[in-house]
């Protein structure tokens, strides 16, 4: 059995993934101005980082 702070991680990773999907899949389709798409661009970015973070955090908790 994993340790509460490894399902934090596993957890938080799912929220960030479906998140990046949000942002992918409608809200940069839905913007009305360019700024509004470059902000959603920058989020999806920071997102991206996010996720490989949290997989390398889980990665070490596993091994």
Known sequence: MENNNTYNLMHQLTQ???????IKN??????LTEEEKA???????????HITELKDLIKK???
């Open 16 to 22: 960030e993934s479906k998140s990046l999907w949000r």
């Open 26 to 31: 409608n809200y940069l389709n839905e913007s």
């Open 39 to 49: 902000f959603w661009e920058k989020l999806a970015k920071d997102k991206d980082s």
């Open 61 to 63: 908790h596993l091994n």
